[in-house]
T-cell receptor, first 115, second 114 residues
Framework: AQSVTQPDIHITVSEGASLELRCNYS??????LFWYVQSPGQGLQLLLK??????LVQGIKGFEAEFKRSQSSFNLRKPSVHWSDAAEYFC?????????????FGSGTQLTVLP | KAGVTQTPRYLIKTRGQQVTLSCSPI?????VSWYQQTPGQGLQFLFE???????NKGNFPGRFSGRQFSNSRSEMNVSTLELGDSALYLC?????????????FGPGTRLTVT
């Protein structure tokens, strides 16, 4: 069965510092991977996705992620964090059964940004 | 293009009652999925509907059910509510096409069971 692990429950960074959020997945086939962000009281916003091709993918709000098959990882990065990036971040893998599909999420990483 | 809408946004129910939540997907999207989010269990998949048919179901009891209408709008129903059903229920919309995998989420319905 597929699974996603986000080892860091909570990360604190200073505004302007770089950020890396870790994600490890377990999936038997080629993974389709996503990062979502959730602000308090809100739904999930899609930051970026990886399906195939270039292993470094760019997303919205200046985020990027790198897919490393050998490490089963899909880490999210941002070179300079803004106060508005404070939120909870979820990594997810899509799984398929015939035409049916679902997302399996990690437990999330809460990001705090210090001024 | 309007995003995914969910109604109501907040709901308070009593144990033993039933509740119906509604989701309108992005225009043109034919797949609607539902997820439950709780602090203890995180985000868990409930079910997916495509063209009025349930094509995938998560590991939830039969008290949780759903349906999809011909205009792709979806409802989920929870009967005989339990305290543990208190959660944020998120609806996600996708085109449902073979090579389309990303899902777009609504703001959620916050259900509190007392």
């Amino acid at each position: 069965a597929q699974s996603v692990t986000q080892p860091d429950i909570h990360i604190t960074v200073s505004e302007g510092a770089s950020l890396e959020l870790r994600c490890n997945y377990s999936y038997g086939a080629t993974p389709y991977l996503f990062w979502y962000v959730q602000s308090p009281g809100q739904g999930l916003q899609l930051l970026l996705k990886y399906f195939s091709g270039d292993t470094l993918v760019q997303g919205i709000k200046g985020f990027e992620a790198e897919f490393k098959r050998s490490q089963s990882s899909f880490n999210l990065r941002k070179p300079s964090v803004h106060w508005s990036d404070a939120a909870e971040y979820f990594c997810a893998v899509a799984s398929f059964s015939g035409s049916a599909r679902q997302l399996t999420f990690g437990s999330g990483t809460q990001l705090t940004v210090l001024p | 293009k309007a995003g995914v809408t969910q109604t109501p946004r907040y709901l308070i129910k009593t144990r033993g009652q039933q509740v119906t939540l509604s989701c309108s997907p992005i225009s043109g999207h034919r797949s609607v999925s539902w997820y439950q989010q709780t602090p203890g269990q995180g985000l868990q998949f409930l079910f997916e509907y495509f063209s009025e048919t349930q094509r995938n179901k998560g590991n939830f009891p039969g008290r949780f059910s759903g349906r999809q209408f011909s205009n792709s709008r979806s409802e989920m129903n929870v009967s005989t509510l339990e305290l543990g059903d208190s959660a944020l229920y998120l609806c996600a919309s996708s085109s449902g096409q073979v090579n389309s995998y990303e899902q777009y989420f609504g703001p959620g319905t916050r259900l509190t069971v007392t």
